[in-house]
């Protein structure tokens, strides 16, 4: 089974442009993460937001979290070719990881 | 080592067969994880081991499949009798957790099997 939802399923989008991917998950967490993926084979870890955090930055990434909804989005900043990927978002409840199904994002030049 | 790494990298066997995947974690990581992922698709969580304690066991989909992790090293995930459905890549990851604070995971590459 699977916790989290993403949305939208994929994101097309120029260099340059933001991109942005939202989760929606369904029990309690005390943290959610993002990973990214290439080429179907192993994921990344990109960023971690805690339950009593409300936005955190890293780099060109910027995440929400919003527990009274359940939702968190990821925003990847003026988006390069090699941002293309799957983007999953990942919810911590105390040890056990459960992913979404991930936002498919293409960058084109 | 330095990274998770997993073996074989791609197996393809015929339905009924049995097959072993085998996952070497980060030295020191008590936790690992196995997942499945079919193709397009997100992660499965099949399995989970912490340390000492009895793995978490809820996400493997059938008796067909078990998993073991000897020593609180390497792990070995087993599927008995395959079937066209279990074609997949099967990932594993590793984490200091609960020694970090939190549980962030570190991936293998993943095994594919192809069952014909």
């Known amino acids: 089974s699977q916790q989290g939802e993403e949305d939208p399923q994929a994101l097309s989008i120029q260099e340059g442009e933001n991109a942005t991917m939202n989760c929606s998950y369904k029990?309690?967490?005390?943290?959610l993460q993002w990973y990214r993926q290439n080429s179907g084979r192993g994921l990344v870890h990109l960023i971690l937001?805690?339950?009593?955090?409300r936005e955190k930055h890293s780099g060109r990434l910027r995440v929400t979290l919003d527990t009274s909804k359940k939702s968190s989005s990821l925003l990847i900043t003026a988006s390069r070719a090699a941002d293309t990927a799957s983007y999953f978002c990942a919810t911590d409840s105390w040890g056990k990881l459960q992913f979404g199904a991930g936002t498919q994002v293409v960058v084109t030049p | 080592g330095a990274g998770v790494s997993q073996s074989p990298s791609n197996k393809v066997t015929e339905k009924g067969k049995d097959v072993e995947l085998r996952c070497d974690p980060i030295?020191?990581?008590?936790?690992l994880y196995w997942y499945r992922q079919s193709l397009g698709q997100g992660l499965e969580f099949l399995i989970y081991?912490?340390?000492?304690?009895?793995?978490?066991k809820s996400g493997l989909p059938s008796d067909r499949f078990s998993a073991e992790r000897t020593g609180g090293s390497v792990s070995t995930l087993t599927i008995q009798r395959t079937q066209q459905e279990d074609s997949a890549v099967y990932l594993c990851a590793s984490s200091l957790y609960p020694g970090a604070g939190a549980n962030v995971l570190t991936f293998g590459a993943g095994s594919r099997l192809t069952v014909l």
């Open positions: 081991f912490q340390g000492n304690s009895a793995p978490d």
């Open positions: 030295s020191g990581h008590t936790a």
């Open positions: 029990t309690s967490i005390n943290n």
């Open positions: 937001i805690r339950s009593n955090e």
